[in-house]
């Protein structure tokens, strides 16, 4: 697993089957769309992981799983005929353990059956083994173009103690791979570690920035239910040490030139991460693969509809139930008065926040829905508005979830 990602896919809103609710929806145009691409194994489930990821036990599966994928996007066509994909993400789990051939086929495949823009960003995240270190040629060769590196710390007690599998040797060497193969690459790493000093944290950063990434991804360790942690908790930072940690890292990140942009990513100019950027501003994105979410806006030819989807969680599952023409586990419309939470549940992650006409482009809602509470996260200091634009303050950024809860009602 690489790290505890904002990139996850928001979560399923709390909704009846069938019709939308709260009113007819009426967009204006379509909406930019994504793929995203799961594939559920890791060497080894990291204690600190709640994301869907299991550990190899019967090997990888991959000639099975890449037909499955196949398959499961083949019966998705038909929701997304005409539209083109501006990225794809291959997430996990750990997408690096493919072999470079095989990803290389499956990009084949979406490329013949999926219209990718000339410019599209493809990700792949890897883990920094030695042996997937040695496929980074591969997976460029294959038209990956950035890549995503789950280093989490270089300290190696710090690794330890989150059940990694790599050393800090080991880090380099793939961020030195990583490095001459891309020239667009993000590195995880993690704060608030057990035993953890402010100095530790950013000398972190500092061995990250040694390599020149485009970007960075830096999060705070939390305690998730349904993990290794949440049975043994390991004693971590206060939580006001851990605010002195983030507050040192921002400033270092923003003295090295890289922008804020979003909760905990960081990124040079030009560099952010498109694919996430469409989460953030509420985009569509069709999701493949064991335990992958999507959120697509459709129209029948007479009517639109906002419609979540969920694939079978468990990979053996998956496949058996995508071999029967079933991948969905789950799927529902959205009632149209669950779109304004979920439009700020992503757009205010964004230090920058959002243009107002975003608002009703996304949700085929007016922003006037909303503006009791826009008030009222304005009078608790918590947003600011100026002409044409809505943001977090700095308290709105420290107190996120205070903000986002406002908007469930």
Not at 261 to 285: K, V
Request: charged share 20%; aromatic share 8%.
């Amino acid at each position: 697993m690489t790290g505890r990602k904002t990139r996850v896919i928001p979560i399923l809103p709390v909704a009846q089957n069938g019709a939308n609710a709260g009113g007819t929806l009426e967009f204006r145009a379509q909406l930019p769309l994504s793929l995203y691409v799961h594939i559920p194994w890791c060497v080894q489930k990291c204690p600190y992981c709640d994301f869907n990821s299991h550990q190899m036990r019967d090997g990888l599966l991959e000639v099975e799983y890449l037909a499955a994928l196949i398959a499961d996007l083949e019966s998705a066509l038909p929701l997304v005929w005409g539209r083109r994909i501006g990225s794809i993400f291959f997430g996990g789990g750990t997408p690096s353990l493919l072999s470079g051939e095989g990803l290389d086929m499956l990009l084949t495949a979406i490329r013949t059956r999926l219209p990718l823009l000339p410019d599209a960003e493809i990700t792949l995240e890897a883990n920094p083994g030695t042996v997937e270190a040695g496929k980074f040629a591969a997976f460029r060769s294959a038209g990956v173009n950035r890549l995503s590196l789950g280093i989490q710390s270089f300290n190696p007690a710090h690794l330890q103690a989150l059940g990694r599998i790599h050393n800090g040797d080991e880090a380099r060497r793939a961020i030195e791979i990583a490095a001459r193969h891309f020239d667009n690459f993000n590195l995880d790493l993690m704060y608030g570690l057990p035993g953890q000093t402010i100095d530790q944290a950013l000398a972190d950063v500092e061995n990250a920035l040694a390599f020149a990434p485009t970007h960075l991804s830096c999060y705070q360790l939390t305690i998730e239910p349904n993990t290794a942690f949440a049975s043994a908790p390991p004693v971590l930072p206060e939580p006001d040490r851990c605010a002195d940690m983030q507050e040192a890292i921002e400033a270092r990140l923003a003295a090295a030139g890289f922008t804020h942009y979003e909760t905990s990513a960081f990124a040079r100019s030009g560099h952010q991460c498109r694919h996430n950027l469409n989460y953030w501003t509420f985009g569509d994105y069709l999701g493949i693969g064991a335990g992958a979410h999507g959120k697509l806006t459709l129209h029948d030819g007479k009517r639109w509809e906002v419609r979540r989807q969920m694939r079978w969680k468990q990979p053996k599952q998956y496949l058996a139930k995508v071999a029967e023409s079933q991948a969905l586990q789950d799927e529902f419309l959205v009632p149209a008065g669950d779109l304004a939470f979920e439009f700020m549940m992503n757009a205010l992650r964004l230090n920058q926040g959002f243009d107002v006409s975003l608002f009703e482009a996304r949700t085929a809602q007016p922003l006037i829905a909303v503006e009791a509470i826009l008030r009222q996260a304005e009078d608790e200091g918590l947003i600011v508005r100026e002409p044409g634009r809505i943001a977090p303050t700095k308290r709105g950024q420290r107190f996120l979830n205070r903000l986002l809860e406002m908007f469930l009602g």
